[in-house]
């Protein structure tokens, strides 16, 4: 059985994961959400809206977008493209705002049951995908 810190770990790598799958074609190629930049899987990072560390959306699908390091780390998420570009995906940015201000402890059971689930998702989204990811 894993402890609390090793099911967290395993949920934000299958989570990275998952997203970048997911906002990638089916070469490995996608867009970064703030500024469009045209990134390939391996370059791609799993961007959060919300912080983080903040774990009411931490694993939340629509809170966290593929993107680039330049966005994600050095302009601090680009907070005004990414709310522009999550406005036209049809997120309603108020409530991620409002669960932003909240904040939950995930317990371990959960944490295994959102591992189990990030990884099995995985697996379905590469059944598409022209490349291979290790999960």
């Known amino acids: 059985m894993r402890n609390r810190s090793q099911l967290k ?3 934000d790598r299958l989570f990275s994961i998952l997203i970048r799958l997911r906002d990638t074609n089916n070469q490995g190629r996608g867009k970064c959400i703030s500024c469009s930049t045209i990134l390939s899987y391996s370059e791609m990072q ?30 601090n998420g680009n907070k005004n493209e ?18 932003g201000k909240s904040n939950i402890l995930l317990m371990t059971y ?3 049951e959102l591992r189990q689930e990030f990884s099995k998702l995985c697996k379905e989204f590469l059944k598409d995908k022209e490349f291979n990811v290790m999960i």
Do not use: Q
């Not at 961007?47 to 050095?74: A, I, P, Q, W």
């Open 110 to 112: 959960e944490l295994d």
């Open 46 to 75: 799993c961007c959060h809206f919300e912080v983080r560390s903040n774990m009411t959306l931490r694993y939340d699908k629509e809170n966290c977008n593929g993107g680039c390091n330049r966005c994600n780390v050095e302009l």
């Open 82 to 99: 990414y709310e522009k570009a999550l406005i036209k995906k049809g997120v309603d940015i108020d409530e991620l705002k409002k669960l």
């Open 9 to 11: 770990k395993e949920c």
